[in-house]
């Protein structure tokens, strides 16, 4: 224990340990009675910067034991909350670079940025898993996989937190949201996950002991509830598990309203007293948007009903992370002056956009050459909103029709700066987006397009689509975009879609009909360069699916790590298989696997890839298992390891992997994690699907 922090805790009164349990919203409650809270000793405000945020240090500072705020921030994709700052590609968008440094770098930039503004603490990564492209949310995680998650969201924290959590420039991570938020049955945000916790243990904890591993410094609690029981108010999650079986020693902070919620939504408490006194009991170090949780738990502690011991280990937990960070000798984080928005950050963004990029299908006429008018049609391609999708400055704190700032570059507008270099001309016709408009305007799309060499249509879906609140029934390209692809595609003229979107969707005949398929996802400033470069050929596509794809609405889930025993295996009105699954994508090269080998005594591994095209190219290699018999049901394969290599035309290397006997391990009945012997299978190859992956069997004995 610190002595720094019990000397602080033995002279709090009780009002001033409540207080610093009390997360308070700044542009919600204003500078006032902002100012009066932090006067009392309120531990933390979120989504306030600049002099706005130092001055509410001040009266911090001067309060009677001087405890410094720690100001959160969700800057979840850089520091976006700033019309000024660099602004990433998205989670979703970035898990498809399968890249832990290109997520690092990001991490690492967003904390500057953030640091620079005097802020402490950013609201991420998030680790849910999207098992159901339904979700709202989707855009927000690393995709469908626990170990792909797990991978990146270790990366990011160590962006953020850097190598010393005092250091000027590093902010606090938060792993969110535990647990099994992306699980809520039907994708309902926030609604109840009916899992087991065996079923929690094995599927979604071990991200997020990554996390703990990684030294993050907090843990935000998630809205809805496993089973019936609400997360914030659920004991046994938040310290039998959390705490005592994955060794965390930060602070939990729960998400927004989330001890409100157990009396207004979830019907879960009487009143704000027995909800505070669910959610202290629980775990919670931290409230947010609870302010009534200040009166309810001092009055609590008074009238006998809660243990002021349960205040004492909160508040310490909080008071630890903030030593931790140095608050307390220099309460304001300090970046380098002039670092927002600088251009040695934008050129991260754009490297992240770049890599983000994934190429689906191509007949040939990708890279585009030897054109000379060039259709950029839909609604996408030149909207930055649509560009940007959800968690910026044009959605948060609250949405804002307020004007973009740049830099920043949609499809269209690079695409005449780089086809113009190149001789060709460029036009462009909005035709429609997904919501349809008075300006959408079909026939003047088609028109447009008429008489070029190729055509490139961007479709995909909006914020009003994207984001909590707003989870999907219908997976289908919505408004008129289909009807648009059907009549371009009767010009006759090459094809190239592009799905700038916030997930997954369902895009009819579009994966059959168009000549190249693009999924850029939602790529930040630079996401329209990265797209743009990717055409024209000045960059090679590089990005794999971190999620799969579905045919059809009702035929989610479709994410690769199934169960086995689905009698037929399939819809009896479907194909088989997502339309494109997990760790697809393709380059403008191909690639060969050949010899995979496995010494299950050393659990060393090696496969050989050759490059068998004309281009360089970096090819992603995917190792999975299967455990062939076991006490419970295990998915027909999981990813275990993944490893990127760069190849020449023609060029041939040996890709070499570690593996570890606890990465074959399963939760059993007991809710225990155990390696069971027996036989196992190894797979290697370019993406999920069984045609791409080799296969070599091996039996792991008893230990």
Known sequence: MSAKVESLLAQMTLEEKAAQMVQIPYAQTGREASLRWAKMGVGSFLHVWGDEAREVQQAALSSRLG?????????????????????????????????????????????????????????????????????????ETFGEDQYLTGELASAMIQGYQGDDLSAPESIAACAKHFIAYGEATGARDAYDSSVSYRKVKDTFLP?????????????????????????????????DILRDEMGFDGFVVTDWSNVTSLVERQHAAKDSQEASLLAAQAGNDMMMNSPEFYDCVIRLVREGKLDEKVL???????????????????????????????????????????RSVTLLKNEGVLPLKNVKKIAVIGRGGD???????????????EPRPRDPVRPYSTIREAMEKLAGEKGAKCVYACGCGPIPCAQ?????????????????????????????????????????QIELFRRLRALGIPLVTVLQSSKPLVLGPIPEETDALLVAFNGGAHGGQAVAEVLLGEIEPSGRLPISFPRHSGQV?????????????????LPQGPRFAFGEGLGYTEFAYSGLRFDADTLKGSVRVQNTGSRPGLETVQVYFRDCV??????????????????????????????????????????????????????????????????????????
């Open 312 to 354: 004492d280990e909160a508040v310490r937990h909080i008071l630890t992370v903030k030593e931790r960070m140095g608050l307390f000798e220099q309460p304001e984080k300090m970046g380098k002056p002039g670092c927002i928005g600088c251009e040695a950050h934008q050129q991260a963004a754009l490297r992240a956009a770049r």
């Open 67 to 139: 405890i410094p705020v720690l100001f959160g921030i969700d800057a979840v994709r850089g520091h976006a909350l700033n019309d000024h700052a660099t602004i990433f590609p998205t989670q979703l968008a970035c898990a498809c670079s399968w890249d832990r440094e290109i997520v690092k770098e990001m991490g690492r930039v967003t904390a500057r940025e953030v640091a620079t503004d005097g802020l402490h603490w950013t609201f991420s990564p998030l680790l849910c898993l999207s098992r159901d492209p339904r979700w709202g949310r989707v855009n």
């Open 383 to 397: 909207d930055i909103r649509m560009q940007y999708g959800d968690w910026t400055y044009f959605t948060h704190p």
């Open 630 to 703: 076991s006490s419970v049901l295990t998915p027909v394969k999981n990813l275990i390891a993944f490893q990127q290599v760069e190849l020449a035309p023609g060029e041939e290397k040996e890709v070499q992997f570690q593996l570890k006997r606890s990465d074959f391990s399963l939760v059993n009945r007991k809710e225990q994690r155990i390696v069971e012997p027996g036989e196992f299978v190894l797979m290697a190859g370019h993406d999920s699907r069984d045609e791409s992956l080799l296969q070599v069997r091996f039996w792991l004995k008893e230990d």
């Open 440 to 480: 959408d305007d079909l026939d003047g799309a088609v028109e447009a397009a008429r008489g070029a060499d190729a055509i490139v249509l961007v479709v995909g879906d909006e914020i009003s689509q994207v984001g909590e609140w707003k989870d999907r029934a219908d997976l289908t390209l919505s408004g008129k």
């Open 207 to 239: 991200p997020f002991q990554k996390a703990v591993d990684a030294g993050c410094a907090t843990f935000m609690t998630a809205y809805g509830s496993i089973d019936g029981t609400p997360l914030t108010a659920d004991g046994h999650m938040l310290r």
């Open 557 to 573: 889930p479709v994410y690769y790590n199934q169960l086995p025993g689905w009698h037929g295996g399939k819809y009896c009105d």
